[in-house]
């Protein structure tokens, strides 16, 4: 059992960068790979980013590479999202989630790969 809390959204003008934390508590993150989702309204939920269990190996949605950077350091059970160039397409609510798999280089790509899920935090674009 893990138990993920989101924070970082906000507000923010297009071109501007906004960086999310997760906190994982309980078992340590290091057990899991995880990723941040997110889902605007009247769309369906999408995978942005997801890094492996030792950071080894990334995933990037399309529209968002070259512009967010996953990252992780298991150590302090930690979990970033730094999103720079932000566009009004951004803004949704961001979800932290983590998944478990036997392959240490695995990264979800799909919400079913994953088990825990934060609450989410908002994150508006302004144009």
């Known amino acids: 059992q893990v138990s993920l809390v989101e924070s970082g959204g906000g507000l923010v003008q297009a071109g501007g960068s906004l960086r999310l934390s997760c906190a994982a508590s309980?078992?340590?993150?290091?057990?899991?790979?995880m990723g941040w989702f997110r889902q605007a309204p009247g769309k369906d939920r999408e995978c942005v980013a997801g890094?492996?269990?030792?950071?080894?190996?990334?995933y990037y949605e399309d529209s968002v590479k070259g512009r967010v950077t996953i990252s992780r350091v298991n150590a302090n059970n930690t979990l970033w999202l730094q999103m720079n160039g932000l566009k009004p397409e951004d803004t949704a609510v961001y979800y932290c989630?983590?998944?478990?798999?036997?392959?240490?280089?695995?990264?979800?790509?799909?919400?079913?790969?994953?088990?825990?899920w934060g609450q989410g935090t908002q994150v508006t674009v302004s144009s």
């Open positions: 989630a983590a998944g478990s798999s036997s392959v240490s280089s695995w990264v979800g790509t799909v919400g079913v790969e994953y088990d825990y």
């Open positions: 890094i492996s269990r030792t950071g080894g190996n990334t």
């Open positions: 309980g078992r340590s993150a290091s057990n899991f790979f």
